[in-house]
C-alpha cells in the first residue's frame, strides 16, 4: 500500500461548477503528478508539479489548475465543468532526481461524475 | 513523440496457465518502462521497472517482463496465472526528465477457473 492518498474518493458534480480535488503525497516525495483516466482508457497526463512549481503539462485547456503546497500535497481544480470531465482522476508522487527518472506512487482516484 | 501500444485489448487465460501481455513503444532514447495493474475502481499498483541494466526484470507476485530494443517492446509475462490476478495492466513510459509518464490503453485480464 503506497502512502498517497486522495479525497473525496467520489465526486458528483453539475456542469459548469467548480471542483478541487486534493492529494497527500507519499512521505519524502517532492513531485506530485496528476492523470485524468476516462473509461475504459489508459491514464492521461495533465500536469505535474515539483517544489511548488509547475513542471510539465499535458495536453488539457487552462481550466484545468492545480498547485503545490510547501508539504508538498497538492490539488487539482477543474472550472467550468464538462460532461466529458466525467473521469477517474488520479495522483502520482515520486522523488524526482535531477535527470532521472523514478518510479511513482499512485493513489485510489477521485471518482467524477459530472452530470 | 513517447507512445504505448498495448495490442491486446482483453484476454482471458485459464487459472495455472501462463501469461503474456504485449506492449510496444515509441520513445526517442533510452526508455524507462513500467508496468502498473489496476483492479476496478482502484488506482495503479507498480508491478516492475526497466532502468537500465538486465533486460529481464523481475516484479511482484511473479510477473516478469523483458525489454528487447530491437523490437520496440517490454511484454509481461507470468508462467501461472492465479485468479486474483485479473485486473486490468498498463504499460507505460516515463520520460527521462520530468517524471511525466505516457500509458497504453490498457489490456483487461480474464481468469477462468
Known amino acids: 500500500e503506497t502512502g498517497v492518498t486522495q479525497s473525496p474518493t467520489h465526486l458528483i458534480k453539475t456542469r459548469g461548477q467548480q471542483v478541487t480535488l486534493r492529494c497527500s503525497s507519499q512521505?519524502?516525495?517532492?513531485?506530485v503528478s496528476w492523470y485524468q483516466q476516462a473509461l475504459g482508457q489508459g491514464p492521461q497526463f495533465i500536469f505535474q508539479?515539483?517544489?511548488?512549481?509547475?513542471?510539465g503539462r499535458g495536453n488539457f485547456p487552462p481550466r484545468f489548475s492545480g498547485l503545490q503546497f510547501p508539504n508538498y500535497s497538492s490539488e487539482l481544480n477543474v472550472n467550468a465543468l464538462e460532461l466529458d470531465d466525467s473521469a477517474l482522476y488520479l495522483c502520482?508522487?515520486?522523488?524526482?532526481?535531477?535527470?532521472?527518472?523514478?518510479?511513482?506512487?499512485f493513489g485510489q482516484g477521485t471518482r467524477l461524475t459530472v452530470v | 513523440a513517447q507512445s504505448v501500444t498495448q495490442p491486446d485489448i482483453h484476454i482471458t487465460v485459464s487459472e495455472g496457465a501462463s501469461l503474456e501481455l504485449r506492449c510496444n513503444y515509441s520513445?526517442?532514447?533510452?526508455?524507462?518502462l513500467f508496468w502498473y495493474v489496476q483492479s476496478p475502481g482502484q488506482g495503479l499498483q507498480l508491478l516492475l521497472k526497466?532502468?537500465?541494466?538486465?533486460?529481464l526484470v523481475q516484479g511482484i507476485k511473479g510477473f516478469e517482463a523483458e525489454f528487447k530494443r530491437s523490437q520496440s517492446s517490454f511484454n509481461l509475462r507470468k508462467p501461472s496465472v492465479h485468479w486474483s490476478d485479473a485486473a486490468e495492466y498498463f504499460c507505460?513510459?516515463?520520460?527521462?526528465?520530468?517524471?511525466?509518464?505516457?500509458f497504453g490503453t490498457g489490456t483487461s485480464l480474464t481468469v477462468i477457473p
Open positions: 502520482a508522487s515520486s522523488l524526482a532526481r535531477q535527470g532521472r527518472n523514478t518510479e511513482a506512487f
Open positions: 512521505s519524502g516525495h517532492n513531485t
Open positions: 508539479y515539483y517544489r511548488e512549481e509547475e513542471n
Open positions: 520513445y526517442g532514447a533510452t526508455p524507462y
Open positions: 526497466y532502468f537500465s541494466g538486465d533486460t
Open positions: 507505460a513510459v516515463g520520460s527521462n526528465t520530468g517524471n511525466q509518464f505516457y
